[in-house]
């Protein structure tokens, strides 16, 4: 009899503890809904204020057309020569690489100036 009520008393906890868990998952779930909602929300109030304005309508417009005709341009030099738009990709990326280590060399000189600087006074 005892180990009957220690079994239910055992189940009761677990079935308690498992709810609890699960309502959790929920409460996260339903907050990335939250936030996505408020995130979406002001996207759209965002983009309502900007469409109310003549000009901002046509910059819209003129930046969305732009956007559109650049996205064609380099899915069509992606189409045609693939390994080549690669290869750009990459001469970039070195570049922009090198110039990043050189500004980290920069701006590790300007901080060991001015560490030693400091030190002097």
């Given amino acids: 009899m005892q180990n009957e009520m220690n079994s239910t008393n055992y189940n009761n906890d677990t079935a308690y503890n498992n709810s609890n868990f699960n309502n959790t998952e929920a409460n996260g779930s ?9 995130f979406a929300g002001a996207v759209a109030g965002a ?5 109310m304005d003549k000009g901002s309508r046509s910059n819209v417009s003129s930046g969305a057309s ?4 650049m996205t064609v341009g380099i899915a069509k030099e992606l189409k045609n020569d693939p390994q080549g738009f690669v290869n750009k ?11 990043a280590q050189e ?6 000189q300007i901080a060991d100036k001015a560490i030693s600087d400091s030190s002097v006074q």
């Fill in 103 to 108: 500004a980290s060399k920069s701006i590790q």
């Fill in 47 to 51: 983009v309502a204020v900007l469409i």
């Fill in 89 to 99: 990709i990459q001469e970039k990326s070195q570049v922009i690489s090198s110039v």
């Fill in 66 to 69: 732009s956007l559109k005709d």
């Fill in 30 to 38: 339903d907050y990335g809904k939250l936030l996505f909602g408020a």
